[in-house]
T-cell receptor
Framework: DGGITQSPKYLFRKEGQNVTLSCEQN?????MYWYRQDPGQGLRLIYY???????QKGDIAEGYSVSREKKESFPLTVTSAQKNPTAFYLC?????????????FGEGSWLTVV | AQTVTQSQPEMSVQEAETVTLSCTYD???????LFWYKQPPSRQMILVIR??????QNATENRFSVNFQKAAKSFSLKISDSQLGDTAMYFC???????????????FGKGTKLSVIP
């Protein structure tokens, strides 16, 4: 089935560790996004990428890094520089083609610092 | 700055009744796309309905419809015949062109928590 797959669904990180969240899509979408959601809050944009090997910072990029080596994949690394990483992370993708413009989301990943 | 305002943090509705969720937005763009997303307790974001700003006709999807008032920058969601499965957070969002060529960005409101009461 076509869709966006995020893994792992639950992840625990120790203080000072880097962790990577995976996001894969088979929708042939050009653009991919990472959002962070805190309890009771809306979504905040971390990074986005419109094409392979190119990405831009969103509103809260500090402490995060991404790569876009393949069209299908957009992994997010939460570095030790991110002081408050406990949150729900959503990956999304879109076609960005005129009338088909819509953003679709994966099922999300929970990250907890222990 | 582009913003989306959902003025109702929480709402409730009786099963089988109709409820309207409000959303206003602010943008200087003339061409954009508007969305309502549903986020049930599972946390997955599910697209409910989509509206293109250049279309005057209001979008409908089964029990879900919108009232799009472009001049007033208003985009409300009406849910008819509410069902227990409609209980969720509802987010209003709009998509506009970003800074890069061919790029788009999505701006979200803070959400409205809807509870459907049996």
């Amino acid at each position: 089935d076509g869709g966006i797959t995020q893994s792992p669904k639950y992840l625990f990180r120790k203080e000072g560790q880097n962790v990577t969240l995976s996001c894969e899509q088979n929708l042939n979408h050009d653009a991919m996004y990472w959002y962070r959601q805190d309890p009771g809050q809306g979504l905040r944009l971390i990074y986005y990428s419109q094409i392979v090997n190119d990405f831009q910072k969103g509103d809260i990029a500090e402490g995060y890094s991404v790569s876009r080596e393949k069209k299908e994949s957009f992994p997010l690394t939460v570095t030790s520089a991110q002081k408050n990483p406990t949150a729900f992370y959503l990956c999304a993708s879109s076609t960005n083609r005129g009338s088909e413009n819509t953003i679709y989301f994966g099922e999300g990943s929970w990250l907890t610092v222990v | 700055a582009q913003t989306v305002t959902q003025s109702q943090p929480e709402m409730s509705v009786q099963e089988a009744e109709t409820v309207t969720l409000s959303c206003t937005y602010d943008t200087s763009e003339s061409n954009y796309y508007l969305f309502w997303y549903k986020q049930p307790p599972s946390r997955q974001m599910i697209l409910v309905i989509r509206q293109e700003a250049y279309k005057q006709q209001n979008a409908t999807e089964n029990r879900f419809s919108v009232n799009f008032q472009k001049a007033a920058k208003s985009f409300s969601l009406k849910i008819s015949d509410s069902q227990l499965g409609d209980t969720a957070m509802y987010f209003c969002a709009f998509m506009t062109r970003g800074s890069g060529a061919g790029s788009y960005q999505l701006t979200f409101g803070k959400g409205t928590k809807l509870s459907v009461i049996p």
